[in-house]
């Protein structure tokens, strides 16, 4: 098969390894990592991305992205099917199935997630973790001054602190791609001026790497053209919506 793949690039060496092993072609684009903070935003992208891409070229569109905040609901196939993992987040992704991310969820509600590719790539105002908000917290008040005021400010730095409050572990995901010494160092550190206790977690690529090897079994939902991505509220996380023209 000949496969596109668009992912976010919290993802990348995940993505590119399991790229380059596939028996397939797949040709990769990766979407900055900020965008998830808009969810709008990026499923605009995603869909001019798919639009795109021309009829008959690739025997399926995979993307490398979870519901991630509603992004992906929406997204329609037009004339080449969709493939997306049956993910909330990128941490299902990490993590290599739903059913571990759901014990993580219920027994640790309160993690900050690490991961190598958030702390190589993110950008002034993009987050430190896979979740939360920047440990850069001088940048970022500086930057709130700038759009906002030093009282707005204030008041901003102390939500998002008691926001913060909240989480009680920092995790850092391992999936052995790429050096996470340094990664995990800087989680440990943060744990220790916040008060949260640090893990260390065996990431898995097997998701990543079903996706790109076209191995779509019950953990991928396949999304044939004329149809979009829609949210299923159950196990299942997305199903096939019919779609509804702009």
Known sequence: MKLKCLSCEALARMVYLCAAQSPHLVDVSMFKLGLHNRPGDLRGHLQEAVDAVPAGEYDAIVLGYGVCGQATVGLAARHTPLVIPRAHDCITLYLGNRQRYQ??????????????????????????????????????????????????????????????????????????VGDSAAAAAHAERVAGQRGWRFEKLVGDLVLIRKLLRGEWDEDFLRVPPGESIGMSYDANIVECAAHRAA
Do not use: C
Not at 148 to 156: R, V
């Open 103 to 176: 014990m993580q969820f219920e027994d640790e509600p309160g993690t900050y997630w690490y991961t190598v590719d958030y702390l190589e790539r993110h950008r002034p105002g993009d987050a430190l973790g896979a979740t939360a908000l920047s440990t850069d917290t001088s940048a970022q008040y500086e930057e709130f001054v700038r759009k906002y005021g030093q009282d707005n400010a204030d008041y901003l730095m102390e939500t998002m602190g008691a926001w913060q409050s909240h989480y009680a572990r920092a995790a850092m995901i391992d999936t052995g």
